[in-house]
């Protein structure tokens, strides 16, 4: 492997996983109730892949792969156009919110929790303040 003094070439990301307790709750949950694009299951292992825009989420059951499960306490943020319509959505279909609706002067938040007790976020920026693609 090779690195310059400037470090590695990271040209982006691959994944990012999260931790099920109940594959099949989860599958449910990223596939239907959220409804993002079914990438891949892992053969018979307990995960799978889903899209969320350019980047993808590795749903997978910790315990199978020998790793302790430990929820993610700090949320993954969906981009999503109107937070409100989405919150809306979501909890019509149960999703359980652990936020109130907040703005954080550069964009509108609400954080929720998957079947597992990941993080998760709703997210708008509506003023530039960092990241690619800032969306107005």
Sequence with gaps: ????????????????AL???DIEASR?????VLGLPFVKNYGDMPASEYQAGNLTLAIME???????FRAQSLPVAFRVDD???AREHLEAQGVKFVSETFDSGVCHQAIFLDPAGNALDLH?????????????
């Design 28 to 32: 449910h949950f990223y596939g239907t």
């Design 124 to 136: 708008r920026r509506y003023a530039p303040g960092g990241g690619l693609g800032d969306a107005a």
């Design 83 to 85: 937070v409100a319509a």
């Design 62 to 68: 910790p315990t199978a792969f020998g790793q302790e």
């Design 1 to 16: 492997m090779s690195s310059s003094s400037s470090g590695p070439a990271i040209t982006g990301v691959d994944f990012v």
């Design 19 to 21: 931790p099920a307790k």
